[in-house]
T-cell receptor
Framework: DAKTTQPDSMESTEGETVHLPCSHATISGNEYIYWYRQVPLQGPEYVTHGLQQNTTNSMAFLAIASDRKSSTLILPHVSLRDAAVYHCILRVANQGGSAKLIFGEGTKLTVSS | NAGVIQTPRHKVTGKGQEATLWCEPISGHSAVFWYRQTIVQGLEFLTYFRNQAPIDDSGMPKERFSAQMPNQSHSTLKIQSTQPQDSAVYLC?????????FGPGTRLLVL
């Protein structure tokens, strides 16, 4: 699986819209972009994923660049509960063999009141 | 939907003892994954089953670690002769197709 690059940390204030960037310049055509987040003492929580088109769900909006070399996870109106480490992960779709997720350091999002 | 269930949530063992960790995947999910998380190494893949068959154990330490999935409702990770360096949070995840959903983890401390 190709590598992703994320900033180590970002700071925000409650109510703001936060843009978390992820660079994946060597992404392959059959690789999904997955986002997970993790808070201390809990397992990673699935946020969203996409292949080519922008996606949206109750948690976030995922904007994928037209060349797919970067993506941005957009969190509208963040609250203190959104403070977490956010991981951007590439994963080959419909893998017949290994389907493991490879986690990097992620971006630590701090939210202040 | 109870999500992925892991038991126990915390386990303390003495060096040299055996530790067995349990995972109950989300009902209907066909794949189960085990990961290990430490501050130093981060979150690492250990092994994975699909339809109860072992598919990839490339992350499993060659000695003392074993995993099984005897039926579709649970998987176990067993560590024999535990060592202090085995102290970590062991995470289980399950998936139906591509998206993995994680449990809360078992925090293992080896004294």
């Amino acid at each position: 699986d190709a590598k992703t690059t994320q900033p180590d940390s970002m700071e925000s204030t409650e109510g703001e819209t936060v843009h978390l960037p992820c660079s994946h310049a060597t992404i392959s055509g059959n690789e999904y972009i997955y986002w997970y987040r993790q808070v201390p003492l809990q397992g990673p929580e699935y946020v969203t994923h996409g292949l080519q088109q922008n996606t949206t769900n109750s948690m976030a909006f995922l904007a994928i660049a037209s060349d797919r070399k970067s993506s941005t996870l957009i969190l509208p109106h963040v609250s203190l509960r959104d403070a977490a480490v956010y991981h951007c992960i590439l994963r080959v779709a419909n893998q017949g063999g290994s389907a493991k997720l490879i986690f990097g350091e992620g971006t630590k999002l701090t939210v202040s009141s | 939907n109870a999500g992925v269930i892991q038991t126990p949530r915390h386990k303390v063992t003495g060096k040299g003892q055996e530790a067995t960790l349990w995972c109950e995947p989300i009902s209907g999910h066909s794949a189960v994954f085990w990961y290990r998380q430490t501050i130093v190494q981060g979150l690492e893949f250990l092994t994975y089953f699909r339809n109860q068959a072992p598919i990839d154990d490339s992350g499993m330490p060659k000695e003392r670690f074993s995993a099984q999935m005897p039926n579709q409702s649970h998987s176990t990770l067993k560590i024999q002769s535990t060592q202090p360096q085995d102290s970590a949070v062991y995470l289980c995840a399950s998936s139906l197709e591509d998206t993995q959903y994680f449990g809360p983890g078992t925090r293992l401390l080896v004294l």
